[in-house]
């Protein structure tokens, strides 16, 4: 890009837009306000995750153009029977393994249904990492959210996906998309077998990302090890 603004010390990005209207004298709309105080809401959550007083200026500064029933319905979407339809399928073919969910819905109509489900389902008792994915248009679609900084979601969908789409997001909020190739384009393949390819595809990577990595011996630990094999072989051989 010609030009970039990074500032690692600021909460959210919609802080960065509403510093650069309120700098040069630009009056945001209600929509444009109302979804600008939403992004800091949520990048933020709530001014309780790297807020600073840039953040609490930047919705001071936009609260006077918000329109508040925009904002209420954005925060409190409600379910339309579509989604509902998706969180169902979620629930019922939910795969927990420990602290962690990923749930696999099949065709969709709409990717937002798959970050509501998610949403719900983080809200299960002993989980705080949930992946909900479906595809559509020839297109695998993940939605990830994540509480307790148990671990870094962004991070894990970059190492889990990155290889086989595009994915990335924050450490408790994060998305990926993965084509299906050549899956999408045999007629006769039916709607469930996608479904189970896609199944064993993405939750196999999500949870294999998520398994702690083998521990590597220091040298020092390396070396004491090899010492008591030598010494448990020099008593072998003077029994």
Do not use: W
């Not at 509902?84 to 099949?106: F, K, P, S, W």
């Not at 384009?185 to 077998?193: L, P």
């Not at 990302?209 to 521990?215: F, G």
Request: a negative charge; charged letters at 25%.
């Amino acid at each position: 890009a010609p030009f970039l603004d990074l500032r690692p010390d600021v909460g959210a990005t919609s802080t960065l837009l509403a510093e650069y209207l309120e700098g040069y004298g630009i009056e945001p709309s209600a929509a444009t306000a109302s979804t600008l105080l939403f992004g800091i809401r949520v990048d933020t959550r709530e001014f309780t995750r790297g807020a600073n007083e840039r953040d609490f200026e930047a919705a001071a500064f936009l609260l006077p153009h918000v329109d508040a029933a925009t904002l209420e319905r954005v925060e409190s979407p409600s379910f339309r029977p579509d989604v509902l339809d998706v969180l169902a399928r979620a629930i019922r073919g939910r795969d927990r393994r420990d602290h962690a969910l990923a749930a696999g819905v099949g065709r969709i109509h709409e990717q937002d249904s798959l970050a509501q489900a998610a949403d719900f389902l983080l809200g299960m008792a002993g989980v705080n990492v949930v992946i909900v994915y479906g595809f559509v248009g020839g297109t695998v679609h993940i939605s990830g959210r994540a509480r307790g900084g148990a671990v870094d979601l962004g991070e894990t969908f970059r190492d889990a996906f990155g290889q086989i789409g595009d994915a990335g997001g924050h450490a408790d909020m994060a998305g990926a998309q993965i084509s299906l190739g050549l899956m999408a384009d045999v007629d006769e393949r039916s709607d469930e077998a996608l479904r189970s390819i896609v199944d064993d595809v993405i939750a196999d990577r999500f949870f294999e990302t998520l398994e702690p990595a083998p521990r590597v011996p220091s040298r020092a630990a390396a070396t004491e090890m090899t010492l008591e094999f030598a010494l448990s072989d020099a008593e072998g051989v003077e029994k």
